[in-house]
């Protein structure tokens, strides 16, 4: 008979933890050590679920890096105990968050599967139930005795993704989440279908959880008629270390004089600058066009194909190992957890 699988929820906060008080009708933010009692179907899943909760559930607007800690700590502790891990957050930043957390998770082994909700959990036309459920599926999913997901994703509406490839996509829909550059990983339906080819598959080695994220970065998103002014202002802050520039295209951006020597300077100063595109999908290919040529001469690294949300997830990465500059070029153009297509 197949081992019944043990499975750490991590209730951070975000809209999924809230539940309609029948007897007032008010919203109220759920007590998540009773969820087996609030949520009977989760007893119907052939596993165990333990539950931990931050002492104060917040907004993932508010979740700075701290928070990030905190929840890696949390399965850096529980790691041994159990089989899997369902990491429960705001909708509004669980791309940036779980991408960071990704990269923090060296050589994992188990899946960590992020999810929250539109509705609250009280909600009765809620998504949160079907999100929770299936994620716990998912984190409970072994073939052998091995897990069938061993990297972080991020489970939404149907659909499991690689966390790093993901954007949140929509304030309404149900469908909050896209994942342009890379498909998704399983597909839930009658059956749950994993697309066991696109999985990241585990090396075997100790976890080694990373705690380190520089945040003194920035994100500059170009626009037709930004100003000397304003690029100046941006790549002086002072002890600034890394910015992902956005700009147009395949990695397109003005060729005049002052924004190159602006970058340039910046770039001599050690900063490092990663061109990553405004578009939704697809890649930048620097030197694909003039306009792209000389942000390559001049040392500006190309983000390829990976989100914004990542590339500052993994900025704040690599900057905390503390990498010499052409390795730091290297290694961010290179796949660390499948969040970049070898181009
Ligand atoms: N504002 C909420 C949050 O991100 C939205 C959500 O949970 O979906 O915390």
Sequence with gaps: ??????????????????????GSNALKAFNFSQILDNI???????????????????????MNTDFYIQIAETIEENYEQFDGFVVLTGSDTMSYISSAISFMLENLQKPV?????????????????????????????YNNDKPIISEVCLYFEYKLYRANRTTKLSAEQFEAFTSMNYPPLAESGVHLHFNENLLLKSKGDQLIVRKNLVTDIAILKLFPGISANVISSILNIPNLKGVVLETYGAGNAPTEDWFIELLSEAIEKGIHIINVTQCSGGSVIMGHYETSTQLKQIGVIGGKDITTESAVAKLMYLLGIGLEKEEFAHYFQESLRGEISNL
């Excluded at 197949?2 to 750490?8: E, G, M, P």
């Excluded at 119907?44 to 607007?61: A, G, H, V, W």
């Excluded at 959990?121 to 299936?134: H, M, P, Q, S, V």
């Design 40 to 62: 009977p179907e989760l007893n119907q899943l052939d596993c165990n679920i333990e539950s931990i909760s931050f002492d104060e559930p917040m907004d993932s607007s508010n």
């Design 113 to 141: 599967i992020f999810t929250g909700s539109q509705l609250p959990i009280g909600y009765l036309r809620t998504d949160a139930k079907e999100n929770l459920i299936t994620s716990i599926e998912i984190a409970s999913a």
């Design 1 to 22: 008979m197949a081992k019944k699988r043990n499975i750490l929820l991590i209730y951070t906060g975000g809209t999924i933890g809230m539940i309609k008080d029948y």
